[in-house]
């Protein structure tokens, strides 16, 4: 060890999670065609060249930002992986397109997870509202988890149409589709409400998630309701939309 680094100066795998958050951040404000590394870099306290030394481009600091928020590959098990390599900066990650593509993959081989995984696989839930609200919960923590990666995508998806296809084909549809089943399954075995449409009772659903666990950052009342208060007030006004008071009495939210 260095006498400087003794004296407190931090190493390069010390200061790369500040340089992703920082990506993340200016990726998000600017987009993808409009940010520099110059922009990154002084978000991050650095250099432009010291920046060039963790990632040689534009588009694989991009990769990595969304890999790391979209929980594919967080900083700590990248980081991880290339413990004990001679040389770790620069990496070298994959293109923008195999990213993409790996997205697609890992999301239409999870879908449907957690919660609405282990409900497909039952007929007759004996508490329907207490099945509902724990695949809600799961939904709200997945989307305010991913919110800076979301958030990121949508951004730039106004200048990269694959982004904008992936963002409605490769992310969004999987979930819809699986909890449109989910949905009329439940509504045809009574254990929900019938509604008009289970398609759209599902984008409802998903919306109203959304909106309290992410796009509630952009409006200014929205912004200052606690993470809890607004998981809450989402899950128990769509509980109530949805489940017979004879069902939600049996689980004591009447």
């Known amino acids: 060890m260095t006498t400087r680094q003794r004296a407190g100066k931090r190493s390069a795998h010390e200061r790369f999670p500040e340089v992703i958050d920082a990506a993340v951040r200016v990726f998000t404000r600017d987009g993808y065609r409009t940010a520099r590394m110059s922009d990154v870099a002084r978000e991050a306290g650095m250099s432009e060249a010291a920046l060039y030394r963790y990632v040689g481009s534009k588009?694989?600091?991009?990769?990595?930002?969304?890999?790391?928020?979209?929980?594919?590959?967080?900083?700590?098990?990248?980081?991880?992986?290339?413990?004990?390599?001679?040389?770790?900066?620069?990496?070298?990650?994959?293109?923008?397109?195999?990213?993409?593509?790996?997205?697609?993959?890992?999301?239409a081989e999870e879908v449907p997870f957690g919660s609405l995984a282990q409900a497909m696989r039952v007929d007759e839930p004996e508490h329907p509202a207490a099945e509902l609200e724990s695949i809600m919960r799961e939904l709200f923590s997945l989307e305010a988890q991913t919110r800076e990666a979301a958030d990121m995508i949508e951004r730039s998806a106004r200048e990269l149409p694959e982004l904008a296809d992936l963002l409605n084909s490769g992310l969004r549809s999987p979930v819809l589709g699986a909890l449109t089943e989910y949905l009329d399954r439940r509504a045809r075995s009574g254990r929900l409400r019938d509604t008009?449409?289970?398609?759209?009772?599902?984008?409802?659903?998903?919306?109203?998630?959304?909106?309290?666990?992410?796009?509630?950052?952009?409006?200014?009342?929205?912004?200052?309701?606690?993470?809890?208060?607004?998981?809450?007030?989402?899950?128990?006004?769509?509980?109530?939309?949805?489940?017979?008071?004879?069902h939600l009495a049996r689980a004591g939210r009447a």
């Open 59 to 107: 588009e694989g600091l991009f990769v990595l930002a969304i890999r790391h928020a979209l929980l594919l590959e967080p900083v700590a098990e990248l980081l991880a992986s290339q413990d004990g390599a001679a040389e770790v900066f620069p990496l070298k990650p994959p293109s923008l397109e195999e990213t993409i593509k790996h997205v697609r993959e890992f999301v």
């Open 196 to 246: 008009p449409d289970s398609a759209a009772t599902a984008r409802l659903v998903l919306e109203t998630l959304t909106w309290f666990a992410r796009h509630r950052f952009s409006d200014p009342y929205g912004a200052a309701i606690p993470d809890h208060l607004a998981e809450d007030t989402a899950v128990d006004a769509l509980l109530h939309a949805l489940v017979s008071p004879d």
